[in-house]
């Protein structure tokens, strides 16, 4: 039995796919965001830096309790103002609090709920419905297609090649798969944007800090752009796997080697399958729990390689 050369999921197979999701999560998304978050007012802190701690966010008063980071200064004043330091809690209580600085605390909420307001409308303007408006992925799927037969050839050279795919046939193929991750990314985007609400909607933001906001906005942009490489990679992964399956069966290849990463990220199932011939018409079970069956890399997150075999 011939083994022919493995052809892995390569970088270049998903990442114009992965940097056109990211481009549309942000014009979807946080272009609107960014801008939000970088048009807020500059504070005119003319006080001592208690006031100043106070109208930035850093310190907040609830009641007779100070809260937030101290430093020696902050501290001094307070004590000097009569104000006690409970370890415990890591609070100050001063209980005839000037007025100058409840005015500042006054004015740190205010600039706080707004920013919290502006970037709440601007979560309920977006158009989700643009993403079909906006999207290049299948494009993007006619280049993927066309760096796949490339390297197919290579990895067949024995074999008299059968023709390959025609711009229309890779088009078509192109538009299928791209209107289902346009989907996905669809999808994803309208939990995002319903869970991100929620979560400047209803979280209290310590200190009313705007910043507390702006890195809300700024590690979830980050969640997005990991979820932009998952959703390329899978998907990419899945088309990579039915696309050999239809070649090699072309050339009459019914069957592959299953051939893990062989590293400890590799799941108990398909450690199970390792080295096991797999015909293209069987896939094997992955999941023992639901019966569901996929050929390797077609698993979420799956970096088997098909190892192709001749008799």
Known sequence: MKRLPPIPLRDKYYKSVQNEIERIFFELIYRELFKVIGEQPVKNSVGDALYEAIESGQVYIEGNAIRGQFNSSIGRIIRQSGGRYNKKSKTYTLIDLPSEYRMAQAGAEIRFNNLRADIIQSLDRVNIDSINDISSIPDMYSETLIDMERDFKKSVTPFAIPPQITIEQANIISAEWGANLDLYVRNWASENILSLRQTVATNAMAGYRASNLEKTIQ?????????????????????????????????????????????????????????????????????????????????????????????
Not at 228 to 255: C, I, N, P, W
Not at 260 to 288: A, C, F, G, Y
Request: charged share 30%; net charge positive.
């Open 219 to 311: 590690d979830n942009y980050k969640v997005s752009k990991n979820k932009a490489k998952f959703l390329a990679r899978q998907e990419t992964a899945l088309l990579m796997s039915k696309y050999h399956e239809t070649r090699y069966k072309d050339l009459g290849v019914t069957k592959y080697i299953w051939s893990t990463s062989n590293d400890e990220h590799v799941r108990q199932s398909h450690k199970d399958l390792d080295n096991k011939v797999i015909l293209w018409d069987s896939p094997p079970v992955v999941d023992r729990m639901t019966g569901r069956t996929a050929h390797a890399g077609e698993d979420f997150g799956c970096r088997c390689v098909a190892i192709a075999v001749i008799d």
